[in-house]
């Protein structure tokens, strides 16, 4: 079946410092891969996608690359600011298999000054 | 432009209450999900609906209901509450299987 996992958090960095968000996923055919981001007491708004593998999909300084031989859709920014302090979900979606997506648990970061 | 609007925004209901969380969308889409966020659970799908007059359950569609009678609303009933329906409830809707969905604000919901 299809399922999603996300590296745990809670993650505090100080600004200006690299990130990492680790998403390994569990597919049956060729899943879209997302990351979504959750500002506090707002609801989930798409971040980044990438249809198939190697697809790079970046957005606001966020990058994520589709690898197919490693399952995998690592969330990373360069150097981070206070206003990206939120949850960030990975999420995937396969056309072929089935009509839902399917979340990581989510991880919460906290950038301070 | 709207996109999905989910109403109320928070509401507090007595055990055995009912209520229906209304969620819209005018985007056109087909297909539109129902949500429960736990804390530190992430999402966990509780019904979908593929196109109007058909839906399905998700993984947690016990003490929920649907209906789809219409492309653009989507609401979610609640029949008898219960304190395990305390959460925050999502509606989200994406116009072709496989596409990026898009949210509601969310509906805090506390059961006491």
């Known amino acids: 079946g299809n399922s999603v996992t996300q590296m745990e958090g809670p993650v505090t960095l100080s600004e200006e410092a690299f990130l990492t968000i680790n998403c390994t996923y569990t597919?049956?055919?060729?899943?879209?891969l997302f990351w979504y981001v959750q500002y506090p007491g707002e609801g989930l708004q798409l971040l980044l996608k990438?249809?198939?593998?190697?697809d790079k999909g970046s957005n606001k300084g966020f990058e994520a690359t589709y690898r197919k031989e490693t399952t995998s859709f690592h969330l990373e920014k360069g150097s981070v600011q206070v206003s990206d302090s939120a949850v960030y979900f990975c999420?995937?979606?396969?056309?072929?298999?089935?009509?839902?997506?399917?979340f990581g648990t989510g991880t919460s970061l906290t950038v301070i000054p | 432009n709207a996109g999905v609007t989910q109403t109320p925004k928070f509401r507090i209901l007595k055990i055995g209450q009912s209520m229906t969380l209304q969620c819209a969308q005018d985007?056109?889409?087909?297909?539109m999900y129902w949500y429960r966020q736990d804390p530190g659970m992430g999402l966990k799908l509780i019904y979908y609906?593929?196109?109007?007059?058909?839906?399905d359950k998700g993984e947690v569609p016990n003490g929920y209901n649907v209906s789809r009678s219409t492309t653009e609303d989507f609401p979610l009933r609640l029949e008898l509450a219960a304190p395990s329906q305390t959460s925050v409830y999502f509606c989200?809707?994406?116009?072709?299987?496989?596409?990026?969905?898009?949210f509601g604000q969310g509906t805090r919901l506390t059961v006491v």
């Open positions: 597919a049956t055919g060729y899943p879209s």
């Open positions: 609906s593929v196109g109007a007059g058909i839906t």
């Open positions: 985007m056109n889409h087909n297909y």
């Open positions: 999420a995937l979606s396969d056309r072929n298999t089935g009509n839902q997506f399917y």
């Open positions: 990438a249809t198939k593998a190697d």
């Open positions: 989200a809707s994406t116009a072709v299987r496989g596409t990026e969905a898009f």
